[in-house]
């Protein structure tokens, strides 16, 4: 308890400070202070318009930073809450507009890991919190991920262990008349539908043609990427990709299977053969690829199936934003 003390009266005094979830760890910061969010985006080198999610003690805050909140909104805060599931709704006028990138909306989440729900409690307010890395680059899941890229931009950094979830929270959009997943996550659609009777519809990852759903974190077509160029393909693929002459010991690979015999990359990763069990190892996997210095990273091509849904989201904006000079 006196690191969570430390780390409350860090951020009542407008300091930053890094703290695990269920999903990713967060970069956090007190919500109804606009000085101390604005270092959120300093330390990420975020844009500016690309809104904060807020972190409640309870769903019982609700009323503190939405307004006309749908009863719906209030069945998924108590079917799900706490837990990886962020809700758009309308924001009252006690929210910062930095939070909320100058919308009409605001994300909210109560998560679901004991250090986040100590301190918050502890705080007794929202604490506004996007993954703890450099914007656009692979989310961290230990603390140690956190002291490797934000260093000393933090006051101080809350170390839970392993985040159990491994990927951001899904975000459900429900400012507007139908339901949307914004972003898809570890509770799916049909989790959705099956408390709040209808199911929501879900936004493809190059849909940026609704041009009047709030922006979210996590939606731009280049995120969650590593620094070398990374490419997702089917195994068959994979291996012709390793038959080429003079590629494959620069080439790192992460796949659901053990090695064929006779596979000369410089590594390959097995990952788990499960959804929920990838997810977790994802972000780690990356990072780790992508320190060797190798030429490229290829990663199987998850299942097309609703339950691989939010990994394949994530491993195609990686894709896109991978390099050196890549996108977000």
């Known amino acids: 308890m006196h690191d969570i003390q430390r780390a409350v009266d860090a951020l009542r005094a407008g300091q930053l400070v890094a703290f695990p979830t269920e999903t990713v760890y967060g970069l956090g910061a007190d919500a109804l202070n606009p000085q101390a969010a604005a270092r959120i985006f300093a330390a990420k080198g975020r844009p500016a318009d690309h809104p904060l999610i807020v972190h409640l ?33 309308k924001r009252s006028d006690e929210v910062p507009d930095i939070v909320t990138g100058g919308q009409d909306t605001v994300g909210l989440r109560v998560p679901g890991h004991p250090v986040a729900l100590a301190l918050l409690r502890a705080f007794g307010s929202g604490i506004a919190a996007p993954s703890a890395n450099r914007f656009g680059r692979i989310s961290p899941t230990t603390a140690e991920h956190v002291r490797e890229e934000l260093g000393g931009q933090v006051s101080m950094i809350l ?17 507007r008349d139908t339901p949307v997943i914004l972003r898809p996550g570890a509770i799916t659609a049909d989790d959705i539908a099956a408390v709040i009777g209808r199911r929501p519809q879900q936004r493809c990852a190059a849909a940026s043609a609704d041009v009047d759903a709030p922006r979210v974190s996590g939606s731009l077509a280049a995120h969650y990427a590593p620094r070398t160029p990374l490419q997702v393909l089917g195994l068959e693929e994979i291996l012709t990709a390793l038959a080429v002459p003079g590629r494959a010991e620069a080439t790192a690979v992460l796949a659901r299977r053990p090695p064929p015999g006779g596979s000369r990359c410089m590594v390959w990763r097995e990952a788990p053969a499960d959804a929920a069990g990838f997810a977790h190892a994802l972000y780690a996997a990356l990072r780790d690829l992508d320190h060797l210095g190798a030429a490229r990273i290829l990663v199987e091509a998850p299942e097309a199936s609703p339950s691989w849904q939010a990994v394949a989201d994530r491993l195609g904006r990686a894709a896109v934003g991978s390099g050196e000079n890549g996108g977000g």
């Open 159 to 175: 170390d839970g262990g392993p985040c159990d979830v491994g990927i951001e929270s899904t975000i459900l959009d429900l400012s």
């Open 57 to 89: 003690p309870d769903a019982e805050q609700l009323n503190v930073w939405a307004r006309s909140i749908p009863r719906e909104a209030l069945a998924l805060a108590r079917a799900f809450w706490p837990g990886p599931l962020t809700l758009i709704l």
